[in-house]
T-cell receptor
Framework: AQTVTQSQPEMSVQEAETVTLSCTYD???????LFWYKQPPSRQMILVIR??????QNATENRFSVNFQKAAKSFSLKISDSQLGDAAMYFC????????????FGQGTILTVHP | AAGVIQSPRHLIKEKRETATLKCYPI?????VYWYQQGPGQDPQFLIS???????DKGSIPDRFSAQQFSDYHSELNMSSLELGDSALYFC?????????????FGSGTRLTVV
């Protein structure tokens, strides 16, 4: 079974600064997908960014980018130019490429943004 | 764009009662997933359906059952409710042939058992 670990229960950043959230995972599969989801106080789950394991290029979405290290099974999220609206719980998630692909989530990291 | 619709948004039930949660996936999405998120916890997979058939099962109690109907909406039925069932229940949908797109989650149903 796959496991996802987020070792940072809480992180904080100053507005306009950069912060990196860590995620590691354990799997024996070679083909899979990785995601970062944001959950603000409203509790809505919002997809931030996704990465296909077969792609070496790191995904980027505006101020959000990932550092995907397949051999190390690491998938960190970098948020540049942090904004107050980025404050939320962030979940790293794994999805197998095969079958019907349930998501396995990490424990989450609470991100606080200071003005 | 249409989103995943869940109803009700909030539900309060007493112990030993029954609850039914509904989920309406995005049109053309063929897979529906149910997750349970306890306070301060990560979402836990309960069950999924592909083309109206159960496709995978996670840590779903025997007191819970679910199904997907011909119009693709899904219902999660929870019986003999316990205090520990209090949680946020998410439904999500996706297209099986587009796994890289991830899921689209509904806003969740907050169930409180008293």
């Amino acid at each position: 079974a796959q496991t996802v670990t987020q070792s940072q229960p809480e992180m904080s950043v100053q507005e306009a600064e950069t912060v990196t959230l860590s995620c590691t995972y354990d799997t024996s599969e070679s083909d899979y997908y990785l995601f970062w989801y944001k959950q603000p106080p409203s509790r809505q789950m919002i997809l931030v960014i996704r990465q296909e394991a077969y792609k070496q290029q790191n995904a980027t979405e505006n101020r959000f980018s990932v550092n995907f290290q397949k051999a190390a099974k690491s998938f960190s999220l970098k948020i540049s130019d942090s904004q107050l609206g980025d404050a939320a719980m962030y979940f790293c998630a794994y999805r197998s490429a095969g079958s019907y692909g349930k998501l396995t989530f990490g424990q989450g990291t609470i991100l606080t943004v200071h003005p | 764009a249409a989103g995943v619709i869940q109803s009700p948004r909030h539900l309060i039930k007493e112990k030993r009662e029954t609850a039914t949660l509904k989920c309406y996936p995005i049109p053309r999405h063929d897979t529906v997933y149910w997750y349970q998120q306890g306070p301060g916890q990560d979402p836990q997979f309960l069950i999924s359906f592909y083309e109206k058939m159960q496709s995978d099962k996670g840590s779903i109690p025997d007191r819970f059952s679910a199904q997907q109907f011909s119009d693709y909406h899904s219902e999660l039925n929870m019986s003999s409710l316990e205090l520990g069932d209090s949680a946020l229940y998410f439904c999500a949908s996706s297209q099986r042939d587009r796994p890289t797109y991830g899921y689209t989650f509904g806003s969740g149903t907050r169930l409180t058992v008293v």
